[in-house]
Structure formats: structure tokens, C-alpha cells
């Protein structure tokens, strides 16, 4: 697990960070853009709720750097409580949370081509890193059969949905907000990413 920031660019909601956590055994990656540092332990709290519900396992261990959004009291006393240990890299030693970190690094290059090839402003980065993420667990790696996401959760994901980031796209408006009868069906937009919660698109 590991923070990035700040970020010179601003993204279009306020975001200057974005923290990622990785699962050490299948590599699945989850990546969430923060305004602040100290949003990351509501973040961290609420993952390991998810998780343990999705696998039906509790967390045993992390490994973190010594920033404070991870050495803070409330932090500490979580881990305590929930049996998790925490692990952490020596200071000055980046490598010692060498997956995190490679992660960080090629999810930002990526995100710079993607944002370049689309042609959306530089503001987009956290949509971009969410796609490239949402993306990136949905395809075979190196020496692998299966996809991370299905290491993770023991089942194939569909990608039959997947779509070029910075493509058109339509949404389809309801008659009842609909100018006229010869009016729009559709609003034109541009495809940022994939729903959180839903089945969908975010435009």
C-alpha cells in the first residue's frame, strides 16, 4: 500500500493524492484518488470491510512506508483491533515496497498517454488511473492464465464491455427530459471510465 502525491495538476474534483493498495498474492490493484493524505485511513478502513466480505477471509498483514497517514494513532489502534499486522519499509528505502511503487509509476505513465491520446486536459488524471486500474485487473500478465481480478475473486470478469478511454459516447435521455417530440434521444459526451457500483459507464 502506498500514496502518491501531490500531484501538480488538480483534478476536476479537487484531488492531489491517490492511494493504492495491492493484494500481494493475486496483484490485483485498487487505486483512489484523495484531495487530502488524511483521507487515506477512512479509505484503508473501508477496503478492509470490502474485501473480507468479497473473499470471505480476514486480512492478515500490510506493508506500508512510515508517512504519517499510516503511523497515525488511529491507524495503529485499527490494525491493533483487527489483527492485522502492519509491516514497514525502512526509511529511504522505497524498494522494500517495490510492487506498490513500480505500480505507481507505470499507472502514472500510462495515465499521461492515455490523457494525451484522448485529448482531455490534464484535470482527468484520477479518471484516468481509475480506468487504467479498472483495465489492468481484467487482462493476463506475464507467465500468467488468469487475470488478476480472477485470482483475486476466483472467477473470470467479462471484458466483452471494455471501451477506448476518451471515446464518444451517447447517453440515452429519458422522454420526460427531452425537448420535443423531433428533439434528442441522446446527449453527446466522452467515456471517462467505468461505474463503481453499477453496470455502466462513466461519462
Wanted: hydrophobic share 35%.
Amino acid at each position: 500500500m502506498d500514496t502518491w502525491g501531490p500531484i501538480k495538476v488538480t483534478g476536476r474534483n479537487g484531488e492531489r493524492y491517490y492511494l493504492s493498495i495491492i493484494d500481494d498474492f493475486s496483484k490485483k490493484t485498487s487505486v483512489y484518488p484523495l484531495k487530502e493524505k488524511s483521507e487515506v485511513f477512512r479509505v484503508f478502513k473501508n477496503r478492509v470491510s470490502r474485501v473480507e466480505r468479497f473473499i470471505g477471509r480476514k486480512i492478515k498483514c500490510i506493508r506500508t512506508d512510515n508517512g504519517l497517514e499510516f503511523t497515525n494513532d488511529n491507524f495503529k489502534t485499527f490494525c491493533a483491533d483487527n489483527g492485522i499486522k502492519h509491516e514497514f519499509t525502512n526509511i529511504y528505502t522505497p524498494e522494500q515496497n517495490g510492487v506498490a511503487e513500480r505500480y505507481n509509476q507505470m499507472v502514472l505513465d500510462c495515465s499521461r498517454c492515455m490523457l494525451s491520446d484522448s485529448g482531455l486536459d490534464n484535470k482527468f488524471w484520477p479518471d484516468a488511473i481509475l480506468c487504467f486500474t479498472y483495465v489492468w485487473n481484467r487482462i493476463c500478465h506475464k507467465n500468467q492464465v488468469k487475470t488478476l481480478f480472477e485470482l483475486f475473486g476466483g472467477y473470470k470478469p467479462s471484458v466483452r464491455h471494455l471501451k477506448a478511454f476518451g471515446a464518444t459516447a451517447y447517453v440515452g435521455l429519458p422522454r420526460q427530459l427531452r425537448s420535443s417530440k423531433l428533439g434528442p434521444k441522446a446527449k453527446k459526451g466522452i467515456l471517462i471510465g467505468y461505474a463503481f457500483r453499477t453496470k455502466g459507464y462513466r461519462i
